[in-house]
């Protein structure tokens, strides 16, 4: 059910996207504009042959559910110990399809891979206020890494 995302899911992730969006939009309209995916059209393609780039998809006929990955590494730096880490940069279970355990499907998929890399660690952000996403994540096993803060003028 889970695979790695291909040109012909262009469309769907699009579909995807915009789910995001309005969850992130609802959340910061201040930061967010609405009815705007992350990426368009030729960004997705570049990003599917981006080998440090993987996306995932839940696939059982139709993509149900994505996630967006970034490797890093840190090698030889000054201040920090080398580490491999695999970045979710977004994770969505598209909104007619939430409660069918898609999302752990996912998040477990990408956790085996980040395995088989070697990864020291899974990062990811989640925005203050979107609760239903920072539960799933703690459900996953996740917990707090650092806190960004912000004062709005």
């Known amino acids: 059910m889970v695979r790695r995302a291909n ?4 469309q769907r992730l699009t579909d995807l996207l915009y789910q995001v969006d309005a969850v992130h939009h609802g959340i910061r ?4 504009k ?30 149900l559910g994505h996630a967006f990955c970034q490797i890093t590494e840190v090698k030889d730096h000054r201040l920090l110990q080398d580490i491999k880490t695999l ?4 994770i969505c279970v ?11 499907s996912l998040f477990d998929y990408v956790r085996d891979y980040a395995r088989s890399l070697g990864c020291n660690n899974i990062t990811l952000n989640v925005w203050e206020g979107n609760d ?9 096993g ?9 004062m709005t003028l």
């Open 34 to 63: 609405g009815n705007t995916p992350k990426y368009d059209e030729q960004q997705l393609e570049a990003i599917l042959e981006d080998e440090s780039k993987p996306i995932f998809v839940y696939d059982d006929g139709k993509v």
């Open 7 to 10: 040109k012909g899911d262009i």
């Open 29 to 32: 309209p201040d930061l967010f």
């Open 87 to 90: 970045y979710i940069d977004d």
């Open 132 to 140: 239903s996403a920072m539960n799933f994540y703690r459900s996953m």
């Open 142 to 150: 996740l917990r707090v890494q650092k806190t960004g803060m912000e």
């Open 94 to 104: 598209d909104e007619h399809a939430r409660g069918k355990h898609i999302g752990k």
